[in-house]
């Protein structure tokens, strides 16, 4: 790829100045600055804060930040622009001023380095802690703003830093190279030691970002300088590495509402130089650094001949190896794949029936066994729980299915973003996974305050989307951080679908994006018109994965007006509305429901191989009436010779 110059770079780095930073750091290591946002806290502003902001809005709180740290010791500045791009500050509605920061920002850290230190650009993550986020067309044209604008105030190179995924870091130095020549510093951030999250080894990372220009590569935030070194340690390193280094002050605590971080100056005085031994190049300070850290750092190391990069290592071994296996555990493994039924494999070439059953409000689960008992005989393929649906409290659907599993009854578990934080969805998957339980549904939830616990928090660290690729990251033998796993899981995964809405196209295209995304087959929310499945299967009919159509029968006719009025998703025709409500209440209105339900299943049949019933109100004798309903048409159907279109 040709490389372009940037009209405002021609001649900075040789501008008179000082030497240009390649050339400083073959001959001496160079010492940066550590933490904006921490001091920026520590004066005073609220953590919320957009920080970047304030290089417009109290310019003259960032240029104090940039003064300590020059005076502490620092060589090299960065700019305070690492959430400055329109991904980040759209939270703030700040999407506009991307130009205006970048550049001001530019501004600030130069009048305070004068002739005394380099400064560079500083462009974050864009995804950051999540795992997924925007396209690679979108990411470019992030970067591509971000970037044009810190070029246009002449900085002395581009800082890369608290990359998690090594390909969002490509992306952004490809743009980087087709913009600049000058020095790009690319820093990754490990959440587990030694791979980065989309699983390369942290050498195979360092070789991938030389080929995509990074002049300097190394690590930042996240772990405290111990953790670092003993991580470049291990890695397999190469003598024309040339190593940047910017560790955390420990790890963060709280502690009356106040935030800090346990390392003290002293200490990474002490530590700087082991990296310094390394063959660090350029060390810094991130997350809770002060310019002490800095200063500790300059008197220890600041203008030393670089030492020669410690080759060889060994990558940082993340698996438990070949343990030896019990007899408990070949148990186990042997339930857990004996003769499941996977639904998406089955409903590629038969009729295949999905059952909701709600997890029991209460402390007993003998009615929903007693029920999922029933639906299993009456020929249900699995019975599939909801994760405390509507927000409303229910018994552990992890518990239930286990249960299920022993009785040989086939459970697919709801998965919701909303009560669980990352940690808490893997711990739950792993946990599921040594169950036997292998069929998920990922779901976003719905929020906390609809439920029964109004006040409670809605975690939501991860859409759907996320969550359904993180599942299949599992598969992949890969933790949610990264880390390889002592074996593969084998999850399959289903996505929801809500075709209740205005614009149908849209929603198609937000169904193909989770289908991208890994999702294994799809199911739908209840549908009320027998019309609509002839509409939904030419709108689809393009997707390689199963659709389970649902159909759910009606109690009443207030429950009726209840799910038409009340519940998101759910859409009655005014036909159906009208027959339930000449049918009132009581047996006969759960007899015309069913009836409605069986011609709803009747007409998605057609069309369909996969149906989903959902049980209203653990009403399961309605429904195992509708499974059965089901395998009688399959009958008719393979008598016929004929099969869905």
């Known amino acids: 790829m040709e490389e372009k110059k940037h009209p405002q770079e021609i001649g900075s780095a040789n501008a008179g100045r000082h030497e240009p930073l390649m050339a400083r750091i073959e001959r001496e290591v160079l010492i940066a600055d550590g933490a904006m946002a921490t001091q920026l806290y520590q004066m005073g502003t609220p953590v919320g804060t957009c920080y970047e902001a304030l290089c417009i809005e109290r310019p003259n709180a960032v240029t104090s930040v940039h003064r300590s740290y020059l005076e502490a010791g620092a060589q090299l500045l960065e700019t305070n622009t690492f959430g400055a791009n329109a991904y980040g500050l759209a939270r703030y509605g700040l999407e506009g001023k991307v130009v205006e920061i970048n550049r001001a920002a530019v501004r600030l850290a130069r009048n305070v380095a004068g002739e005394h230190a380099y400064v560079a650009g500083t462009v974050g993550s864009v995804r950051g802690v999540r795992p997924a986020g925007p396209a690679r067309a979108e990411l470019e044209a992030i970067y591509r703003e971000q970037i044009d604008a810190l070029l246009t105030e002449g900085p002395d190179a581009l800082l890369f830093e608290t990359f998690y995924d090594l390909d969002e870091l490509e992306i952004a130095l490809y743009v980087a190279r087709s913009l600049t020549a000058l020095p790009t510093i690319a820093q990754l951030s490990l959440i587990d030691l030694g791979v980065t ?51 955390n002050a420990g790890l963060l605590s709280v502690t009356d509402g106040a935030y800090h971080y346990p390392s003290e100056p002293a200490y990474f005085g002490e530590i700087a130089q082991a990296f310094h031994t390394m063959g660090v190049r350029i060390l ?88 999922a008992r029933a ?24 518990a239930l299915g286990a249960m299920m599993r022993q009785m040989d009854i086939e459970p697919l578990l709801h998965m919701s973003c909303r009560d669980r934080n990352l940690i808490g969805q893997q711990s739950h998957l792993m946990g599921l996974h040594a169950l036997g339980i292998r069929q998920v549904l990922a779901i976003t939830g719905d929020p906390s305050r609809f439920g029964d616990f109004p006040g409670a928090t809605s975690v939501f660290d991860v859409s759907s989307f996320d969550l359904i690729k993180m599942i299949k990251q599992l598969n992949e033998g890969r933790s949610f951080t990264g880390r390889a796993l002592d074996e ?158």
């Open 488 to 645: 593969c899981a084998r999850f399959t995964v289903g996505a929801a679908f809500n075709p209740h809405v205005r614009h149908l196209d849209k929603a198609i295209r937000r169904l193909e994006r989770k289908i991208e995304a890994g999702a294994d087959f799809i199911m739908t929310q209840p549908i009320y018109d027998p019309e609509f499945f002839d509409v939904l299967a030419d709108l689809t009919a393009h997707l390689n994965v199963p659709i389970f159509v649902g159909v759910m029968p009606l109690l009443s006719a207030r429950n009726a007006e209840f799910l038409h009025n009340e519940v998101p998703g759910i859409t009655l025709t005014d036909n159906v509305r009208k027959r339930m409500a000449e049918a009132g209440t009581g047996a006969h209105a759960r007899s015309v429901g069913v009836e409605i339900a069986r011609e709803l299943v009747d007409a998605a049949m057609k069309r369909f191989r996969g149906i989903y019933l959902i049980t209203p109100m653990m009403r399961y004798e309605m429904t195992v009436d509708l499974v059965k309903h089901v395998a009688r048409v399959a009958r008719e159907v393979d008598q016929a010779g004929a099969t869905p279109a």
């Open 375 to 398: 639906l299993s005989d009456a020929g249900a393929d699995a019975v599939t729980l909801a994760d405390n649906s509507l927000a409303v409290t229910r018994m552990s659907n992890m």
């Open 284 to 371: 810094g300070g991130c997350c809770g650094t002060t310019p002490e850290h800095i200063r500790a750092m300059a008197r220890t190391v600041a203008g030393k001949a670089p030492m020669p990069v410690k080759v060889g290592g060994q990558t940082v071994s993340v698996g438990v190896g070949d343990a030896p296996r019990s007899r408990v555990t070949e148990r186990i493994d042997e339930r857990r794949d004996d003769a499941q039924v996977l639904v998406h494999e089955k409903a590629r070439h038969d009729y295949t029936v999905i059952v909701e059953l709600d997890p029991p409000k209460d402390l007993s689960p003998n009615v929903f066994l007693e029920g």
């Open 197 to 247: 999250r989309d699983g390369v080894a942290l050498s195979d990372a360092f070789a991938r970002l030389y080929e995509h220009g990074a002049s300097v590569v190394g690590l930042n935030c996240r772990f405290g300088p111990s953790d670092m070194l003993r991580v470049l340690e291990k890695a397999r390193l190469r003598e024309t590495d040339r190593i940047s280094v910017f560790p």
